[in-house]
């Protein structure tokens, strides 16, 4: 009797072993197969994601939605500053180029940028930095370039100057081929800006051609009009930077006037008076208009 005791307690104990070694292995086992069911859930996802059809078609759904269709594009023409930082982030969330999910994304953020648009006011009281910006020779280099490098130089400068605008606090007002408008609420965060931008553009090379750009740079008081600003004080600033030619930053009057010596003195920069008789008499600008170039800038 003792001994079958003995036997039968070895066996429960032998059995309980082979249970318990069951039990162990158990959730791993299925922790295995929880984890192959989600990677498979998440690659049939990223599949249909990348479905040209889905893609496709909600592409096809963006060209009807108010708003700038090609929102998400550094490229892109339009497009108020609060959408925009909102994009960038979204660039980060949904970096696949090619996914629906992305595409579905901008275009949300493309009606909010249209409803911000259509809600502007004007502000003419504001007091507002406006910089205008162009490269130097690029349509001729363009044009021997062909439209693929092309591309690919104006994304590299986007991707170089906008950055430093932004994070200066200016807002990217509209692109417009090869140059930008952007405001800025100070002068000297504009300035600034600027510097930081043609450092950054000195890393730039597209095939031989490292860009420039000139800069015109006036503070005024605009008409805000939607997301744009039109008025007189445009017009100058748009002077400032035609005058800039080869590649020179300059500044209105207006501009040099509010700007700190020592302020001027700690960035190394100096102001020197920008001659350029005939665009006294460009249409839309005060005939007594005078600029100054930024050197060091």
């Given at each position: 009797m003792s001994v079958d005791t003995g036997s039968s307690g070895a066996a429960d104990e032998g059995g309980s072993a082979d249970d318990g070694d069951a039990a162990d292995s158990a959730p791993d086992g299925s922790a295995r197969r929880a984890a192959e069911f989600l990677d498979s859930v998440r690659e049939s996802a990223r599949r249909i994601d990348r479905s040209p059809q889905l893609v496709g078609l909600v592409r096809r759904a963006r060209r009807v939605?108010?708003?700038?269709?090609?929102?998400?594009?550094?490229?892109s023409v339009a497009g108020d500053g609060g959408a925009r930082a909102v994009a960038r982030v979204a660039e980060r969330v949904f970096p696949d180029s090619t996914g629906a999910s992305r595409e579905a994304g901008f275009a949300a953020l493309q009606v909010w940028q249209a409803v911000r648009e259509r809600t502007g006011r004007g502000e003419g009281d504001t007091e507002v930095t406006l910089v205008f910006t162009d490269l130097v020779s690029f349509s001729t280099w363009a044009l021997g370039a062909g439209d693929e490098a092309t591309l690919r130089l104006l994304r590299a400068?986007?991707?170089?100057?906008?950055?430093?605008?932004?994070?200066?606090?200016?807002?990217?007002?509209?692109?417009?081929g090869d140059g930008l408008l952007a405001d800025f609420r100070s002068p000297e965060r504009a300035l600034e800006a600027v510097v930081a931008a043609r450092a950054a553009l000195a890393d730039v090379d597209v095939d031989g051609y490292r860009p420039v750009i000139r800069v015109g740079i006036h503070s005024g008081h605009p008409r805000r009009m939607g997301d744009d600003w039109l008025g007189v004080d445009v017009n100058i600033a748009a002077r400032m930077m035609e005058a800039?030619?080869?590649?020179?930053v300059v500044i209105s009057e207006a501009v040099r006037g509010v700007l700190d010596p020592l302020w001027l003195q700690e960035q190394d920069l100096r102001l020197k008076e920008h001659r350029r008789f005939f665009l006294s008499r460009a249409r839309g600008v005060p005939d007594d208009l005078r600029m100054y170039r930024v050197e060091g800038a």
């Open positions: 939605l108010p708003g700038d269709q090609g929102f998400g594009d550094p490229l400068v986007a991707g170089a100057v906008e950055p430093e605008i932004v994070a200066r606090g200016g807002r990217v007002v509209k692109r417009m800039g030619r080869d590649g020179n």
